[in-house]
């Protein structure tokens, strides 16, 4: 079976058949730092070897350089919230705002999209300010809600000025950093995000996209939904995230009322916050047609339902199918896990596999051309075709769920990983 035959193709014509497609709620200014460690000093902390020794978001000046040693040191990712606008400012003071950058799982999503014949896409931006509104492609099917109705983000921003910002400080393999008079060299190059987003935590959906997406909801097919990570478990006037996405559930379900045709994808993404996390799984999961999710990200799901965490880490399909098939409860039709070399996708009844599987395939090349380029290029897709898959393409049925485990194209030496599961997510569930 050859899974990869006439994708490219067919993927183009089903774009372009496609109807609007809805993206929120999290589009922010990424700002890049490339760190030179040596300008810290001696720094007298202790290293944090494990996660659990890491607050959970940045609430003092040691918080922010525990997270900074922790990535530097053990060569691995991380994000954390800022919580306090002291350092905040001590970061702008001392870092400045690097180089600016489109970000936010939803603004990368419409990065992601706007390359193929999609009529439109329409995203959510909060605050629409001059400075995010520059960053984003100049591409006739890109629109946000303006005052006059849908625009490009540079004809309809409002008000100038960088309110939220997710700093990206970046550090390369071999560099090296005095912590307590020794010296540590950076294992793998990698990266530390410290988000700054008082503005938008509430993920509070506002007008004028609020009313217009519940007037248009007959012309949107599909509604993507991500950016929990940046919520908080209590709010500093008081509110609950259980309050939020009570708020944020009324909106899916007010506009289910108006058209029970569409999609709602939830993209899991990093939400580090035990409270938001559960209040994401328990209130959230069960209402969604579709879930998208990493495997650090379904290990904390199994962690909280009791499982653990290791087997999904060590990317066990058995038992990352048991997990899928306990979350898979309510509306949750379907869930696609991504990981390195393969995904794997749960289906209940009603889909079309033949559109699914080629909707994997559509993902997975994109993904692989824009690792190995950088940057979406249609053009290029047809020579992933001949990197050959590490996994044996397999599918299942298991307590009545349809399984598909399969094998991606993964480049070598990526030139970006940065945003990879937003275009894989994305592609998978509009093309499917
Ligand atoms: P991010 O949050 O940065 O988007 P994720 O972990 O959600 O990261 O997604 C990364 C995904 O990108 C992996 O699961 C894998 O499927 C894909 N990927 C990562 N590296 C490569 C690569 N070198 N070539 C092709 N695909 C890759």
């Not at 400012?89 to 419409?110: D, H, Q, V």
């Not at 993920?203 to 509604?223: G, N, T, W």
């Amino acid at each position: 079976m050859k899974i990869y035959d006439g994708v490219i193709d067919w993927g183009i014509k089903r774009a372009r058949d496609s109807k609007m497609i809805a993206l929120g709620f999290h589009s922010v200014i990424d700002g890049l730092v490339k760190v030179d460690p040596q300008k810290f000093g001696n720094l007298d902390l202790a290293i944090p070897r494990e996660l659990s020794a890491l607050p959970d978001s940045i609430k003092c000046i040691d918080d922010f350089w525990k997270g900074l040693i922790f990535s530097f040191v053990n060569g691995s990712a991380l994000q954390l919230m800022i919580d306090s606008k002291e350092v905040y400012e001590w970061i702008m003071k001392t870092f400045g705002t690097g180089t600016l950058r489109l970000g936010g799982t939803s603004a990368n999503m419409a990065k992601g999209l706007v390359p193929f014949p999609f009529e439109k896409i329409l995203v959510y931006v909060y605050p629409l300010e001059k400075e995010i509104a520059n960053l984003f492609p100049n591409s006739k099917n890109l629109f946000v809600v303006g005052k006059h109705g849908l625009d490009h983000p540079i004809n309809a921003y409002d008000g100038e000025g960088i309110e939220a910002i997710h700093w990206i400080f970046e550090f390369s393999q071999g560099q090296s950093m005095t912590i307590k008079g020794k010296i540590y060299t950076c294992p793998r190059s990698n990266r530390f995000i410290a988000s700054w987003n008082p503005v938008n935590s509430k993920l509070e959906v506002r007008d004028p996209f609020k009313s217009y997406v519940i007037e248009h909801a007959q012309d949107i097919s599909h509604f993507l939904v991500s950016g929990f990570h940046i919520m908080q478990e209590i709010y500093p006037d008081g509110e609950t995230v259980d309050d939020r996405i009570d708020k944020l559930l009324e909106f899916v379900m007010a506009l289910r009322e108006k058209n029970s045709r569409m999609k709602f994808h939830l993209e899991f993404a990093s939400i580090r916050r035990d409270g938001v996390r559960k209040a994401v799984e328990e209130k959230l999961f069960s209402r969604f047609d579709s879930l998208g999710l990493n495997e650090v990200e379904l290990s904390w799901v199994a962690r909280d339902i009791g499982y653990d965490e290791k087997d999904i880490l060590n990317l066990d399909v058995e038992r990352i199918s048991q997990i899928i098939s306990k979350i898979m409860r309510g509306n949750l039709s379907r869930v696609h896990f991504h990981a390195l070399g393969f995904y794997l996708l749960a289906l209940k009844e009603g889909y079309n596999l033949e559109s699914q599987k080629k909707a994997l395939a559509f993902a997975s090349l994109a993904a692989a051309q824009r690792a190995m380029d950088g940057e979406i290029n249609l053009e290029r897709f047809k020579y992933m075709l001949d990197i050959p898959e590490k996994y044996d393409y397999k599918e299942w049925e298991e307590d009545g769920i349809h399984f598909i485990l399969f094998p991606t194209k993964v480049v070598p030496s990526p030139k970006i990983t940065v945003g990879l599961g937003d275009t894989i997510s994305s592609l998978g569930f509009v093309l499917g």
